[in-house]
């Protein structure tokens, strides 16, 4: 039986956040340090990027964010030309309607709502979270997400706005909120199983 909303809430507390966000870092941090090695590399070179006012993925930094999201798609990420990847996430970057960000990234080979939410989480990291099926489950063991879940872009608009209300209830930021959820699920969770409707989601990326 899954806890009501107002319980979740009380679960999903600051501390629970920072001890699982700890717990990300210590495990899978440690465990696949060239993961933690693309976040430092890639965020502060586009950070680099908005202050020139040019701000823009180039091929070989969009490959490196995609597979972090996701391998298995690496030959539909590198058969999309440079230019094409300069021209679009240029214009998703400057878009200002959220789903028009994702919908323009979602144009590139390979590029689901996971991989378009994680691109759009190192351009904006304040902004925008990483959806990813783990961080779903917890929610959804939690009682605060209760809708099926397709990975559309509606999903995206729904879960964007939901993890902007937690962090900023916390004060926490959108990736440590984003680690504790993908680290609770993956110790486990609240019952040491995966929401049945979630089970064959995981790795989703188009």
Partial sequence: MMPSAAKGREVLSREFVRGWADKYDADYVKKYPEYAE???RVKPWLETRFRKGRPYLDKRHFVDIATWKSQRPLRRYES???DLVQEVTTFAFAARQD???LRLLMLLDGVGVPVAST???FAFPDEYPIMDVRAVTTLTQLGLWTRPVQFSVADWQ???HLMRDH??????T???LDKALWAFDKHGGADGAKAPSLLEADGVTD
């Fill in 80 to 82: 999309n030309d440079d």
């Fill in 99 to 101: 789903d028009l960000k």
């Fill in 167 to 172: 962090a900023k209830r916390l004060d926490v």
């Fill in 38 to 40: 693309v976040e430092r």
């Fill in 158 to 160: 729904v879960y964007t």
């Fill in 174 to 176: 959108l990736r440590e």
């Fill in 119 to 121: 691109i759009l989480h």
